[in-house]
Each structure stands twice: as C-alpha cells, then as structure tokens.
C-alpha cells in the first residue's frame, strides 16, 4: 500500500519561509518522479514543482527563485523548501508520485495547508 505523508504546512506571515516534507512508502521511490501541487480556495489543482528520479527540476513561473523542490532517496522523502512567502501561496499543498516528468500522477498524499498572512 502506497502512502505519502506531508507534513511542514502552517501560518506564516508574508516574507517567511517554510519546508515541506513528503515521506513515501510502500513504493520503490528512487524510481518515481516526484512532485508537489497547491489547491487554493475556488481554484483548480497546479503544478508547483516537479523533481525527476535524477534530480531535474521543474518549477511554475509563480515560484521560480522563491521555492526549492530536492529529494533524499535514502529516506524516501521529497521537500519543498519555500521562501519568501506571498498571501497568493495561502492553499493546501500535496505530494505526488508520477513514473516520470511528463506522466500523470500515479499516486497522491492527502496534503497540508499552508497558510500566509499579510
């Protein structure tokens, strides 16, 4: 049974900075692109950055040079280090796992809500 379990989300007020975790199991992780997407109220699911099985990335324009997405294979986790936090990031974040970049999303975790004040 696949689980992805994200952790990280909270408050924070515009200017800060989060990390995200996402711990996998039931999986061979090295082998999966992994990504994370956000969900805002009234809004559908995006993209916010994707990492593939050797560690290229891809990011959305809205979080070039403010997000870093980097996985350690060896403890089955993927990260979402996020700085300088805007209102416009408020949304529930989830982890997902795609057999590659390009591909649909096999697997998904139940996300976590990330909260940024003004």
């Known amino acids: 049974q696949v689980q992805l379990i994200e952790s990280g989300g909270g408050l924070v007020q515009a200017g800060g900075s989060l990390r995200l975790s996402c711990a996998a199991s039931g999986l061979i992780f090295g082998y999966y692109a992994m990504g994370w997407y956000r969900q805002a109220p009234g809004k559908e699911r995006e993209l916010v950055a994707r990492?593939?099985?050797?560690?290229?990335?891809r990011y959305a324009d809205s979080v070039k040079g403010r997000f870093t997405i980097s996985r350690d294979n060896a403890k089955n986790t993927v990260y979402l280090q996020m700085n300088n936090l805007k209102p416009e990031d408020t949304a529930v974040y989830y982890c997902a796992a795609g057999a590659t970049m390009t591909s649909g999303n096999a697997y998904w975790g139940q996300g976590t809500q990330v909260t940024v004040s003004s």
């Open positions: 990492i593939s099985s050797g560690g290229s990335t």
